[in-house]
């Protein structure tokens, strides 16, 4: 876990996950939700909202480029997603907070 926070923005599969840490994959699942409370996957995704959320309070980046940048495929599913945990989307986020 300390390796993908201080690592955000790479690429995480499961088999890489797996090799870094040398268990299967149900002892991660298992591991990570033990600890976390949330599946890998989750913990990235969540991890990588948070980035993207200081990015657009500290950064006049463009919202697409944030979303690239902090390991999102594409930003109208950024926008999707933060949207869905953060209750508004990313330019509103920026805006409420100017």
């Known amino acids: 876990m300390?390796?993908?926070?201080?690592?955000p923005t790479e690429?995480?599969?499961s088999?890489?996950?797996?090799q870094m840490v040398n268990v299967s994959p149900s002892t991660l699942r298992r591991l990570f939700k033990k600890h976390t409370g949330k599946s890998p996957s989750d913990?990235?995704?969540?991890?990588?909202?948070t980035v993207a959320a200081r990015r657009?309070?500290?950064?006049?980046d463009r919202i697409s480029s944030i979303a690239y940048q902090v390991g999102f495929e594409?930003?109208?599913?950024?926008?999707?997603?933060?949207?869905?945990?953060?209750?508004v989307s990313p330019q509103a986020y920026r805006k409420n907070a100017q």
């Open 2 to 7: 300390d390796y993908i926070v201080t690592h």
């Open 11 to 13: 690429h995480y599969t």
């Open 15 to 18: 088999e890489v996950l797996c």
């Open 43 to 49: 913990f990235i995704q969540n991890l990588r909202l």
């Open 56 to 60: 657009l309070l500290v950064t006049n």
């Open 74 to 87: 594409g930003p109208n599913y950024f926008s999707r997603i933060f949207q869905k945990n953060f209750g």
